[in-house]
Structure formats: C-alpha cells, structure tokens
C-alpha cells in the first residue's frame, strides 16, 4: 500500500528548499507527496521562529494534529526547523504536543531518515537536536517542487549578530559550500530543463570567506558561464559586503537577473547601530549609487523592521525619507519582534505596539504607491517573462521579468518553464496584466 507524506513549510526560501530535501528524504523511504493532510502517513512541519508571528503559526498548526493523531495511532508527527533549535525549545515542544513523534533540528537534518527509522520501531519519541559543528550535510538529493526555479544553497549559518535576529543563534556560524559542488548542481540544474537558478544564503555576498575557495562574484560569473538559457539569482545580500565586483558580475553576464533584494532594515544611523548592521544611511546609498553606476536599470527590494527598541518618531521618518530615496520597486515590512536570547530584547525603550502598528501602515502607504507607479510605467511596453505557474483562482498563467515584476496572462495551452514576451496592458498594484505576444 502507498504511504503518503505531507510537509508544512514556515519562513524564508531557505525552509522552502529544505522541505524540498525533507521531501527527498521522505521519498527515499518510500512515501508519496499527497495534498490533503488527513491522507498523510508521516507529517513533517519545518519551522520558522524569525517573529513571533510565526513561532505562533507552527504552534496553532501542530497543535490541531492531536484529533488527527488520535483517530490514525499509526501516523508519524516530525517537527524541525529554525523554532526546534531554539534553547530548550525542542523539550518544550514535545512537552507542550506529547503526541510528536520526532523533533529535529537544522544541523540534523541529514539524518532524519534514521529518525524515521527509529521512531518506526519504537513507542517513545525522537529527540535529537545537535549544535552547529561547521560541518555541511553534501548529498541529500532535494524533491524539487519550484519547477521551472530551482533553489541552490550557497552558504549556511550567519556570522553577522543583527541585534534583533534569531537566525545566527538557530542556524550556527556561516560555512560556504565548495564552488565545485555548487556549480557541478548547477549544471545539472540547467541539464535538468530548470530555467531559473536563486543562490541561496543568509548572506550571498560574503561566500568563500575564510576559505580559499573563489569569492561570491567569481562565483555568479562561473554559473553565469554555463551554457543554456536560463536566469540566475540570489539572496539575501547584506549592504555592508555589496561590491564593485558584484555589480560589475551583474553588468556583465545577462542571465543573472538585473534586481537586487538589499535589505536596509532602517533608514535611521542611531538605529542601524543598535542593530549591529556595521553601515550607515550613506554607506548604504553609495552601494546604491555604485550598483546604478554599472547597471542603471537595476530593480531594488528590501526588508524593513520597524519599531526597533529606542526607534524615535524622527528615526522613523528618515526610513520613509530613505525608501523615497531609493525607489524600490517592493519591500517588505515588519514590525519588530522581540527573540528571547538577542541583544536587543534586554534593551530598554521597547516601543509599544500601537506605535509600530500606526508607523508600519505609513511605511507600507509609501512602499505601495511606489510600487503602484513602477507597475503603471510598464503599461504598453512588451516584456519577457519566464512563466512560472498557474494561478487557479485567477485562472491565469503568471510569470516574471528579469527584474522581478510579477506578470498574469491568459493561455488555453501551459507555457509553464517557457520564456515568452507579453504586451502589459494593466497594472494593479505589485502585479501587471498582460496578454501573450504573437512573433
Ligand atoms: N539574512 C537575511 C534575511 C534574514 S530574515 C538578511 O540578513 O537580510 C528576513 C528579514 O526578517 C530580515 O531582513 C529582517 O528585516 C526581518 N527580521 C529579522 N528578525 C526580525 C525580528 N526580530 N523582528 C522583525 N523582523 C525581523
Ligand atoms: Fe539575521 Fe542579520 Fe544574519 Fe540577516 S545578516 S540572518 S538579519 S543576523
Ligand atoms: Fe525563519 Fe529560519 Fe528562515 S528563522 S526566516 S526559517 S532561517
């Protein structure tokens, strides 16, 4: 009889690409994919604890599997991910939701197999969570399910201490891959008919440091080197480590795409320094400046906290004057959340929620209208997208430009992993509506 699996994936594309190797795992022992969580055999959650918020998701979601549990004693409940790997987390866990059957954390997910395993010739529960050794797990084959994008990890783990963030405390010290694996996958890769490639890391830009291996714009020109049509991205770069080299890579080679996401975090210099970001509001927009300067037509993203301990309303104002500034063509936004364990939840002047709820609503009116007139100067022009998926609630086919920009147009026949060029005849919003171009 065919067992089914089933994965809830919490957080950044980093979880995204994980779940996709627990699913190789999963497949490996003989479990099939299947859309309806009742008909699951194993339920794997792969968490997030970047805020609150999402801490709060996977509890919720877990914390419904106990009916289902009761009537299925054979189903399995793995919980893993960032949230597992907090201190004491993963006790608390099992304590909390005594019906999960397995707990494992990021730096074990190489042996989730053998938890399976284990768990399948034993009543009590799994429990293994270890700390970072600087090792990298090579060789989990991942399930890839983002066709016709694949993901590709460069780096693992963050060195960098942002005083608001979780992640370096969760995924351990950064350890970059060796090029040669990394380009012998992408290969394949574009073998394998995948048309678009995003290099994934905490921090892409500082890859190979600490090693002698080649650095991050080395790296983007080799890939970009390989035959094929095809596009190649990256993220997350942080501003401090954006180079000439990098912006000159991206001029230099058209497959990789002309957008970059750059978060910026704060527009305030007393802020970015209570963050630990180690640049200022110049050092950010000379990056800018030098990155406009080799490839003029660039799109811009970027992430944005707000209400950061001790943020005053005049520091507030300076990241809107600042996201005015760049002109970026998204953003996303996010209240502060406080991570037990990081420097900045023991600072004082914690700002109350309704501050940041009325400064986030001001921000997100400004990213918007931004965006907005971004889209709406595309209307008229023909561009090229790479058609990425269906969506079936607009019954449309929906695809992206080089520089990111979502587009919908109507087909009866799937271009799904097609290139093709669209007239934009609309635009709502972040997206554009378009109509397929006959050449
Ligand atoms: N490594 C990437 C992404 C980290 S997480 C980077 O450095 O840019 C993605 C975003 O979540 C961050 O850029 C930040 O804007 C936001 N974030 C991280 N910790 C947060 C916190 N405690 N509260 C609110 N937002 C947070
Ligand atoms: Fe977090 Fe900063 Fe590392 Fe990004 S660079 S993962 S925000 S500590
Ligand atoms: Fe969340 Fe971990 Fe990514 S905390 S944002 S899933 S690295």
Redesign the pocket.
Known sequence: MVKYFYILTYGCQMNVHESEKIAGILKDLNYEPCNVIEEADIIVFNTCCIRENAENHAYGNIGMLKKLKAGKRSLIIAVGGCLTQQMGKASGLHKKFPYVDIVFGTHNLGKLKDYIIKKRAQKKAVIEIEEDNGEICEGLEPYRTSYPNAWLNITYG?????S?????YV?GRERSRRSKDIIKEAENLVALGYKEITLLG??VNSYGNGTDDISFPELLRRIANIDGKFRLRFM?S?PKDFSVEIAKAIADNTKICKSVHL?V?SGSNVVLKAMN?KYTVEDYLEKVKILKQYVPDCSLTT?IIVGFPGETEEDFLQTCELVKNVGYSSAFTFVYSKREGTVAAKMKNQIPAEVSKNRIMRLIEIVNSQTREQSAAYVGKVIEILCEGYDDKKQMYLGRDGYGRMAYFASDVSHIGEFLNVKVEGANGISLACKKVEI
């Open positions: 963050c060195n960098n201490f942002c608001y963030c979780i992640v370096p995924r905490q921090n997350t942080h978060p975090q970001r992430d």
